[in-house]
């Protein structure tokens, strides 16, 4: 979930995910100088491809660059279940040079693995919806909204980079309120390229302010 107004990655109010809760999940990490640290958070959709943001990669080449499945704490020992995958390729969306595009509407990468991953019951492919529609411009009461569930390492409410993967709970709002708040995107909402989503108590305040 990101915060745009800072230009970080951000899991806000989340929890810590719990092992084998999210077993899509996979850790990119950088190659920095002699160690290797956590650079963004990723999907397994293939055995060898990984779906993560293209701005993770600014300049970055796919030598210095690993992929971790799976793994919770990316700075604690690791479990019987990791598997580690070095990098053949990065492949960017066509619409991105090398520089960061945060506002790029398409800011997405594709992950090409030098070998496969093992498939088991801890470490599975990620699901993509069969029908979109439910998920974009919404306009259902708020309590039928499908709920979305946000996960990644990234900096919490309180700026702190959770060593332990984290996860939110939250719901998915209408254009109208998505224009709102974040109106550089509107063309990328009204084309079904994004979504925004909020926790209940935050819709329930930022509602009273419209």
Request: a positive charge.
């Amino acid at each position: 979930m990101e915060s745009y107004g800072q230009l970080r990655k951000r899991v806000m109010l989340g929890q810590k995910a719990l092992l084998f809760e999210f077993p899509f999940q996979v850790a990119v990490q950088q190659r920095l100088n002699d160690r290797w640290v956590l650079l963004c958070g990723g999907v397994l959709v293939t055995e060898k491809k990984v779906l993560t943001a293209a701005d993770c990669f600014d300049r970055l080449r796919a030598y210095n660059v690993r992929v971790i499945v799976w793994v919770l704490d990316i700075y604690g020992p690791p479990n019987q279940y990791e598997q580690t995958i070095y990098v053949s390729n990065i492949y960017k969306h066509e619409s991105i040079d090398d520089e960061l595009q945060y506002w790029n509407p398409h800011n997405i990468a594709v992950i090409t693995l030098a070998t496969a991953v093992k498939l088991n019951l801890n470490v599975q492919l990620a699901k993509f919806a069969q029908n979109t529609t439910q998920y974009i411009n919404i306009k259902i009461p708020e309590k039928m909204r499908p709920p979305c569930v946000i996960t990644g390492w990234g900096y919490t409410e309180n700026s702190i980079l959770p060593n332990t993967l984290q996860k939110a709970s939250t719901r998915i709002l209408p254009n109208n309120i998505c224009h709102h708040w974040f109106p550089w995107f509107k063309d990328a909402f009204n084309n079904g390229l994004f979504i925004c989503v909020l926790k209940k108590s935050d819709f329930d305040t930022r509602r009273k302010k419209l």
